[in-house]
């Protein structure tokens, strides 16, 4: 027994509620603290990456969600740590305006609970899909739960922008507990007895996390993966900080230009993801493998062309190359998490979400190495050329980047169609 079309919407959206909250923190915060409080770029900046710093705890609550047989009640801990993360980053930023150090001391503390429970719930979300759902559901479950995540993030912040509006600390509070108090609502209806459809795994050997770990990074698919996704992953956010200076610098793009741009790599993100739900999984055309593969070549040719466009610097020759850049990251990317579901189940039992775990860490640290590593390189080409040269020698390393991990997913993926997708070490 595995989960139903519908037992997977309902994960999705946990998905979305995740995001709810999530993109309350990392946007409309960090923008209060700039611009309504006038303090630097690099305190929210920083709060973020500790935010993904905490991440790194992922493999265990995947470990503790393994043991027990019941990862719902993870999901539910995660969702209400986040939750709780939420609205005291939001009580923080309201005591940065009068009290600094204490303001600033509340927000640690939040951002630190917003990693913690981001990783509880997200993990345990994303092992018991991995554990219960059918393979050859498994790209499109990939897909339904992160376009629902991207929706949520969406539509939060759309209409949390209308709520604020005018802004005063009292109303930021009010609508941020609202937030938080129906994502745990959605979390809580989406996940009652999600779990009583599903086939119950015997209870994992009780031991320590240090040697379920151990016991997972020993089995080569596993480590193999785990290098793929830091590598990609890398590749994948290196982007994220530069692509819109790039466009100002380079191309001449107004502040809201460049946002527009944004708004059209997330559109190609979009539909790449569906594509591939669609593709892989209605259609059963093509495997996930090459799927990956296809997304990361596509990714590293766009990246080639974006660089390439800053020779001529025409404003209407980005949009489009953006625009491919967005698809074929969605491709790659739902494609990849619909792999990491197939290997999620290969090797010891019971040790899927400690699996997922160690893949999320992996993603977690690789989204804020590389974008750092991206904004840095930038700034010491910046240095020694001028600003389109400098710009497209990142974006062809990046672009590098994404042609070694299509190589490591032609060696360790098999080429089988979604109906039996699996994840084999190369040889």
Request: net charge neutral; proline share 4%.
């Amino acid at each position: 027994m595995g989960l139903s079309w519908l037992s997977i919407v309902r994960l999705g959206l946990v998905q979305m509620a995740l995001g709810a909250i999530i993109v309350l923190t990392t946007s409309t915060l960090n923008r209060l603290m700039v611009v309504e409080l006038s303090l630097p770029a690099i305190l929210p900046g920083l709060l973020v990456g500790l935010h993904y710093g905490i991440q790194i705890t992922r493999p265990n609550w995947g470990f503790l969600s393994d043991k027990g047989g019941n990862r719902t009640r993870w999901i539910l801990r995660g969702m209400v740590i986040l939750a709780v993360g939420g609205v005291l980053a939001a009580l923080g930023v309201v005591q940065l305006a009068t009290s600094y150090w204490l303001g600033l001391l509340m927000s640690v503390a939040a951002y630190a609970l917003i990693g913690g429970g981001a990783g509880a719930a997200g993990t345990s979300v994303l092992a018991l899909l991995a554990t219960a759902t059918a393979p050859h559901r498994r790209a499109a479950a990939a897909t339904i739960t992160w376009l629902m995540m991207i929706f949520g993030i969406a539509m939060t912040a759309g209409v949390v922008g209308q709520l604020l509006d005018p802004y005063t600390p009292a109303v930021l509070i009010r609508v941020v507990s609202g937030v938080a108090l129906a994502a745990l609502a959605i979390t809580a209806l989406a996940t009652w007895r999600i779990e009583r459809g599903v086939e119950a795994a015997p209870e994992p050997d009780p031991v320590p996390f240090r040697e379920g770990l151990a016991e997972v990074w020993a089995e080569p698919k596993a480590r193999m993966f785990t290098i793929f996704v830091f590598l990609s992953m890398t590749a994948y956010f290196m982007q994220e900080l530069i692509l819109e200076p790039y466009a100002g610098l380079v191309f001449g793009y107004t502040p809201g230009e460049s946002t527009t741009l944004s708004g059209i790599q997330n559109g190609g993100v979009f539909l790449g993801m569906l594509t591939v739900g669609i593709a892989a999984t209605a259609l059963r055309f093509g495997s996930l493998r090459n799927w990956v593969i296809g997304g990361c070549l596509g990714s590293a040719a766009s990246l080639c062309m974006i660089a390439m466009l800053g020779g001529a610097a025409l404003p209407q020759t980005l949009l489009p190359a953006v625009f491919a850049l967005g698809f074929f990251n969605g491709t790659f990317a739902v494609a990849a998490i619909g792999s990491m579901m197939a290997l999620a189940g290969d090797g010891r039992e019971k040790r899927e979400g400690t699996r997922m775990g160690l893949w999320g860490a992996a993603q977690a640290i690789a989204a804020g190495f590389g974008g750092l590593t991206g904004a840095a390189a930038v700034d010491i080409m910046r240095s020694l050329a001028a600003d389109a040269p400098a710009f497209g020698a990142v974006f062809i390393f990046e672009a590098g980047l994404f042609l070694c991990a299509a190589y490591m997913a032609l060696r360790i993926m098999e080429g089988r169609t979604p109906r039996h997708a699996q994840l084999i070490a190369g040889e």
